[in-house]
């Protein structure tokens, strides 16, 4: 099985550590712009060697700018599928009883609500348009549209945050008895607009101390309250992992429709323009404006350790050819030894305090 995600590009408003591809005030272009989500499906039908769709995620962006009317032409997308999970990412000051109701009739299964923090200064700052007010009841107003399976975001290490205020988030996440939490540290993307404040020297990166006791925190907290730890950022009640992302860490076929979007099917990694005008102009005359990765097993090797390994279970050995097996097994000992990684029962998996450092110890295992 595979799946599809879908790039919406479109915002009110840009957040100041978002790096991913979006626009503004483009209202005018979302009925043309899916049109063209719709025809690039079809003119990829055979990327996925006709595997069966099992989820379908609509990210941005913010999906939740769309109308009904293209929330409804997008949900055909998968009409006739067995969808397992239908996700939507949505702005908690999007979420009204309507446009609940119209996710619940698309087929919708699970929300990912962008709540970020529940501090309004801190939303403030990062320019979110929503209050922590709006969080609570957008939650509460998707209970009430029937859609029970909900995933929040969380972010931590602002500047002058505290571990208090930390706590604070995490108990009101708790609070919120979801199905699903992801937890991200704030990142200085180099060309948004608080990698500007911090290189003009206006705010300060946390110190790592403090983010890591964070970090602590936020998984004593969650696995306390009955979320299991399954991957590096994301915490589920059991039987609520997400399906869509646990299959691109486990190496699952997906096709990625709209401006920007990647796509891998185990042979060919590629990727859409970062341009919606251009990627508008090229699918409506037939062609794709796409850049295309060859995988060969090496690579395949090293997209295993950066996915894989991000995952409680960690990466099977079986599953790895011998040469690769052997290469895991002989620059693993290391970390093995200083307790970042653990062997057992046949998988190699960070430990604890491996999570800390995940990044220098998956460097540590590529194929160079």
């Given at each position: 099985m595979s799946g599809i995600y879908i790039h919406i590009p479109f915002c009110k408003s840009r957040c100041i550590y978002c790096d991913f591809y979006s626009t503004t005030g483009r209202e005018d272009i979302q009925d043309r712009y899916v049109d063209a989500l719709l025809k690039e499906r079809k003119l990829r039908s055979n990327f996925l060697n006709d595997k069966g769709i099992e989820t379908l995620y609509i990210g941005g962006g913010t999906p939740s700018v769309l109308s009904p009317q293209n929330i409804m032409r997008l949900s055909s997308l998968v009409s006739g599928e067995d969808i397992k999970e239908y996700t939507v990412e949505?702005?908690?000051?999007?979420?009204?009883?309507?446009?609940?109701?119209?996710?619940?009739?698309?087929?919708?299964s699970r929300v990912s609500l962008g709540i970020q923090t529940f501090s309004d200064n801190r939303l403030s700052f990062i320019n979110r348009r929503h209050n922590a007010r709006q969080a609570y009841d957008a939650v509460e107003t998707m209970r009430m549209a029937g859609i029970e399976n909900i995933s929040i975001d969380l972010m931590f290490g602002f500047p002058e945050e505290t571990l208090t205020e930390w706590r604070d988030d995490l108990n009101a996440a708790v609070s919120l008895g979801v199905n699903h939490i992801s937890a991200y540290s704030l990142m200085y993307e180099e060309g948004t607009p608080i990698h500007r404040l911090l290189t003009q020297g206006?705010?300060?990166?946390?110190?790592?101390?403090?983010?890591?006791?964070?970090?602590?925190?936020?998984?004593?907290?969650?696995?306390?309250?009955?979320?299991e730890h399954y991957e590096i950022s994301n915490f589920a009640k059991p039987g609520f992992r997400s399906i869509h992302n646990s299959n691109y860490w486990n190496g699952t076929e997906y096709l990625g429709l709209g401006a920007a979007a990647h796509s891998y099917n185990t042979t060919t990694r590629q990727w859409n323009v970062n341009d919606i005008m251009g990627y508008i102009t090229s699918i409506e005359q037939g062609t794709m404006s796409i850049e295309t990765e060859t995988i060969d097993d090496d690579t395949r090797y090293n997209d295993m350790i950066t996915t894989a390994l991000r995952r409680c279970e960690g990466i099977r050995l079986d599953a790895l050819s011998d040469k690769h097996r052997q290469y895991l097994l002989d620059n693993a000992k290391s970390g093995i030894n200083a307790g970042l990684l653990r062997l057992r029962n046949g998988s190699i998996a960070l430990t604890r305090k491996g999570l800390y450092v995940n990044n220098e110890v998956m460097s540590e295992l590529i194929w160079i």
């Open positions: 949505c702005n908690p000051d999007d979420v009204t009883p309507e446009f609940a109701s119209t996710l619940k009739q698309a087929g919708v206006k705010i300060k990166e946390l110190d790592e101390e403090l983010c890591l006791s964070m970090y602590d925190s936020l998984i004593d907290k969650l696995t306390m309250a009955g979320y």
